[in-house]
């Protein structure tokens, strides 16, 4: 709900409400022994924070850049191997590796 500045004609209180919108305007000083009219004053508004996930600049792109992405993105997918399998060929073992010792120890 907004917070709302008021400020009296006759004594000039200044005080905040908090009110939803659809209430009525407050008509009467909030001061003690003060029966002036108060006027609502301009609020300057109040700070946006967003907090979580999803305010990135990539949720609000247009259609038809996402269908752009999703064909780019299927198409790189498709020219590469599914991930876990093995591949057609398998490398030859280097001599290095299976080469025993003759000599006696």
């Known amino acids: 709900m907004p917070t709302y500045e008021y ?6 209180h200044q005080f905040e409400a908090v009110q939803s919108m659809k209430d009525p305007r407050l008509t009467d000083c909030q001061k003690a022994g003060c029966p ?5 004053k301009i609020g300057r508004g109040a700070g ?9 600049q990539t949720d609000y792109r247009s259609d038809s850049y996402k269908a752009g992405a999703k064909k780019d993105s299927d198409s790189s997918t ?3 191997p599914p ?6 060929t398998a490398p030859a073992p280097s001599s290095a590796s299976t080469a ?3 000599q006696p120890v």
């Open 7 to 12: 400020e009296c004609q006759n004594c000039g």
């Open 36 to 40: 002036g009219p108060v006027h609502r």
């Open 48 to 56: 946006i924070i967003f907090k979580g996930s999803g305010f990135y």
């Open 78 to 80: 498709s020219s590469s």
């Open 83 to 88: 991930p876990g399998t093995a591949p057609a």
């Open 100 to 102: 025993t010792s003759t």
